[in-house]
């Protein structure tokens, strides 16, 4: 059976189940068919269990005991344990390893019936902006193979973009599912912190982290949101905020929308400061109140997440000795011996970098000089955040400098890669939500994409102002 999978969404999905156009495990075969054969080296592992798992979604659909994700396809970022796959995190030093147990935001998406089509190439332990950090090979923009897809959920957005799956995990530490969200043209969700469980999804920068959805459509990752989100007992920094009801339609233009002065400077791609200025004049256009905002302390934003990260790196990155899992030694070098060949063999480049920043930012005469002082900026960054969202609802940036650029054009200078995430680490550090979609292309053919920010826990903003964007695009 020939099924047209081309930018499926979940709706779409669900009526041709009822119409019985087609099944799960029919729509299951029609992704992994395209797997095979797809160029961009989107997926690490295959899940050999997803036609058993679409089986058992068509038997529940059957019995009339579905949920709006029963029977969807899911691609994950190898960095989120399924019990039984490899997790490999994209590295050499987890290259054989195989999860013990199910993260929990995927097993509430595994509860509601979803079917896991496989794990998707990442940067090493999430640690890049372009995908070129995995131990399995650079990931290709399925818009263009001579570029990037963003990182380091690279993977994960070009698996869907490419339309080897409709919905997929990542995760965001600094702007790692926005960003490429905006580089593949697809949308991207960072959840508030602590909106989702971050059990069992391998630490890189514990207080940066949340898992986060990718799809064809805003209300695509509002459904998985839905499903994910929640108090998680297993999990100290979950929040046990209430859930509120994501998909319900509320009115778009009664939000106040604000536009950060800092976020405009001359060093954006003018296609990209163009391109989301207009969509600016068009919600003014549309009835929508936006007044200029200003976040002073954004400039300080990029140099404090790239001291409290790599701080937190190092420390995460410690239990990685190959005493307990991973890469081994020979058992005949002494303790220091081993240690030394397992990480050195183990980690690449970016990683053993970011290691050694945080070790040195951590390390005694240091860390009142940079941690302390990063950290002080974050509160800064964060009351900056909370007295504009008293004036205005949602943000709207640009979600890139620039949009997709070339395989290797940045991998020699790490400073210029670090600069990709100016516009998404804020985000991270002040622990609120934020949610890319795209809006028009470059010359090149090339998504743009414009980010949307809102306080912590009003993701339901979000999505009422990025459907009506959305809507507006497609109508």
Request: hydrophobic share 40%; charged share 20%.
């Amino acid at each position: 059976m020939n099924i047209d999978i081309q930018n499926l969404s979940i709706d779409q999905i669900q009526q041709a189940f009822k119409a019985k156009k087609f099944s799960s495990e029919q729509l299951t075969k029609a992704y992994l068919n395209n797997i095979k054969k797809d160029k961009t080296n989107s997926f690490i592992t295959i899940n050999k269990q997803a036609l058993a798992e679409a089986k058992e979604a068509d038997q529940r659909i059957k019995q009339g005991k579905g949920t709006v994700l029963t029977g969807i396809p899911l691609a994950v970022k190898d960095i989120i344990l399924y019990e039984g796959l490899k997790a490999t995190a994209g590295s050499k030093i987890l290259e054989n390893y195989i999860a013990s147990y199910t993260a929990t935001a995927l097993q509430r998406l595994k509860d509601a019936g979803m079917v896991v089509i496989g794990k998707t190439n990442c940067d090493e332990f999430a640690m890049g902006s372009s995908n070129e950090n995995s131990y399995f090979g650079p990931v290709l923009n399925p818009r263009d193979h001579s570029k990037v897809p963003g990182g380091s959920s690279g993977g994960s957005a070009a698996a869907v973009a490419a339309n080897l799956a409709p919905v997929a995990l990542g995760t965001d530490t600094g702007g790692s599912v926005r960003q490429p969200a905006a580089f593949c043209g697809v949308v991207g969700l960072k959840p508030s912190y602590g909106r989702v469980s971050r059990y069992g999804s391998m630490a890189m920068a514990s207080s940066l982290d949340q898992i986060a959805p990718l799809a064809n459509t805003v209300k695509d990752t509002a459904y998985i949101l839905q499903t994910m989100a929640g108090y998680d007992p297993k999990d100290a920094t979950s929040s046990n905020k209430e859930v509120p009801k994501y998909i319900a339609k509320k009115e778009a233009k009664k939000l106040r929308l604000g536009v950060p002065k800092e976020y405009f400077s001359d060093n954006i791609n003018k296609e990209v400061k163009e391109a989301v200025e207009q969509q600016i004049e068009a919600l003014k256009s549309k009835g929508f109140k936006v007044k200029q905002v200003s976040l002073k302390y954004t400039d300080y934003a990029l140099a404090a997440y790239y001291l409290l990260m790599p701080a937190e790196v190092s420390s995460n990155l410690a239990r990685y000795d190959g005493l307990l899992y991973g890469l081994m030694a020979d058992k005949k070098l002494s303790l220091e011996e081993w240690y030394n060949t397992v990480r050195s063999q183990g980690f690449g480049a970016e990683t053993k970098r970011r290691i050694m920043l945080g070790t040195y930012i951590l390390s005694a005469g240091y860390y009142d000089a940079y941690y302390k002082q990063a950290q002080k900026v974050r509160t800064l960054i964060k009351q900056d955040f909370s007295r504009v969202f008293k004036e205005v609802d949602v943000l709207i940036t640009p979600a890139t400098p620039s949009t997709a650029f070339a395989l290797g054009a940045k991998t020699q200078d790490p400073l210029q890669m670090y600069l990709s995430d100016i516009f998404t680490v804020s985000a991270n550090i002040a622990g609120i939500c934020g949610l890319v979609l795209p809006i028009a292309k470059d010359g090149n053919n090339l998504p743009i994409g414009v980010q949307l920010l809102a306080d912590s826990f009003a993701e339901d903003k979000l999505f009422t102002l990025g459907n009506y964007i959305e809507n507006e695009h497609r109508g």
